[in-house]
């Protein structure tokens, strides 16, 4: 078999069968119809141009108004939100393509300028984080700007977040999502809940290893009863370092993730993705415990390239690779993978924000020179 047949097999995964295995891992990229975090037909030409990837994961969908914490980031509890997704599903539909939306609460890593008024940021437990996100100064210009202190959440807070995650995956199946993916990684509230370095609450949600992973499994359990679970995927990221969105995932990483693996397993869900810090460090111990304790199918993400990809396939650690920045900059990155052709870099400038420059301008590979997706 050589390099890219193994990255071309189709896979089973869920409710779904993918073409390849080549995914296109979740991005922030924060272009959306103001006021209102509306998606657009830009964001809809910016999917549909990548629909050769296995599956498409959207940028992370604030499920809620509390569960905003950036500037300009799409939305999925507005019936605008819900229209402008379904012009996206649609597109990406029409190319051939299959697509999850990831579902995201931000908990303590927000701001009050992007919160409704006079909201705080929602947290386990009353710590504030060391780091920025990307929302408007006090001149209402948008910046990077430092975290607010969040509040505790108490158990109604716990309840209607469940609720929310719950609406939110009806409405992205409504918006013609063929999958939804429970954002529970990179230090957002999910996370923030299984970390004892940000869950520090002495109720049953926190202590107990048990205790920290109980909200992630009520989420999912919610969006089970909503959706289904082979249309369940979760993304998780043990080990995720300060550097990201000051969580500190070190304590209990690998039981409480083997332990949330068994449970999903049991629930059946469609798969686990792991976003993975630092990149590729992973132990092989861990990667076959996961393997053991996990029925679905595990994709991995995080500093891979075409030959780590193919490496990880092969041993069997992984069933499908997700590639963020390659993708940002090479729309046919599948069909480049599969005709050895070169990869285009990213300009990390546009990255987040603006219009079509970075976002939809990529090429498609051409030997006789660049074309148009
Ligand atoms: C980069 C910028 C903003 C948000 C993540 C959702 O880290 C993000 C994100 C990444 O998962």
Known sequence: MTTSDLLHHPLK??????????????????????????????????????????????????????????????????????????R???????????????????????????????????????????????????????????????????????????????????????????????????GYLLEQFLSVSTNQRTDNYGGSLINRARFVLEVVDAVIEAVGPERVGIRLSPWCPPAVNDMDFQVQAREIVLY???????????????????SGAYSTEFRSALRTAFEGAILVCGGYDQEKATTVLEQGFADAVAFGTAFIANPDLPERFARGAPLAQADTNTFYGGGARGYTDYPYYSPIGASTP
């Open 13 to 86: 995964v869920g409710a779904l069968t993918l073409a390849n295995r080549v995914i296109m891992a979740p991005m922030t990229r924060a272009r959306s119809e103001q006021p209102g975090d509306v998606p657009t037909t830009l964001n809809a030409e910016y999917y549909g141009q990548r629909a050769g990837a296995g599956l498409i994961i959207s940028e992370g969908m604030p499920i809620s108004p509390s569960g905003k914490g950036y500037a300009f980031t799409p939305g999925i509890y507005t019936d605008a939100q819900q229209a402008g997704w379904k």
């Open 88 to 186: 996206v599903t649609d597109r990406v539909h029409a190319k051939g393509g299959l697509m999850a939306a990831q579902l995201w609460h931000v908990g303590r890593i927000s701001h009050h300028s992007v919160l409704a008024p006079n909201a705080a940021p929602l947290a386990p437990s009353a710590i504030r984080a060391r780091s920025k996100t990307f929302a408007f100064d006090d001149n209402g210009l948008p910046g990077m700007v430092d975290c607010d202190m969040p509040v505790a959440m108490d158990k109604d807070d716990i309840a209607r977040v469940v609720e929310e995650f719950a609406e939110a995956a009806r409405r992205a199946m409504a918006a013609g999502f063929d999958m939804v993916e429970l954002h529970a990684a990179n």
């Open 260 to 278: 949330l693996a068994t449970g999903l397993s049991a629930r059946n869900i469609a798969y686990i993705h792991l976003a993975e810090w630092p």
